[in-house]
Nanobody, 129 residues
């Protein structure tokens, strides 16, 4: 499985961007999607997370401005970012917890499953006038 991100770029303060992240490959199911970001000299921080039953969390700094969504049919998540500020400038990373069969493991003939974490390559978001 690979996570392919798109949608980053340069935008003026107050503007909007929409990031997308698609899981490509053989996907059994996805437990959760999340977006993280990392600004220069800072630790990676959680931006937003959505579970398979649509429980959503946002980081305090983006509440009310960012919206996460997912399309299970397309194995894709989206991050709509509005009212962007200079402090939103960072590399944004997509994360997915993908449920996969454990290779070579069966119990009473039934496959066993585990959750594998995948990360996208990162997409640069720059907010500047």
């Amino acid at each position: 499985v690979q996570l392919v991100e798109s949608g980053g770029g340069l935008v003026q303060p107050g503007g909007s961007l929409r990031l997308s992240c698609a899981a490509v490959g053989t996907v059994f199911s996805i437990d959760h999607w999340a977006w993280y970001r990392q600004a220069p000299g800072k630790q990676r921080e959680l931006v937003s997370r959505i579970s398979s039953d649509n429980v959503i969390n946002y980081g305090d700094s983006v509440k009310g401005r960012f919206t996460i969504d997912r399309d299970p049919a397309k194995n894709t998540t989206y991050l709509q970012m509005n009212s962007l500020k200079s402090e939103d400038t960072a590399v944004y990373y997509c994360n997915a917890g993908v449920i996969e069969p454990v290779p070579g493991i069966r119990v009473d003939g039934a496959p066993q499953f585990w959750k594998v974490e995948y990360w996208g390559q990162g997409t640069q978001v720059t907010i500047s006038s």
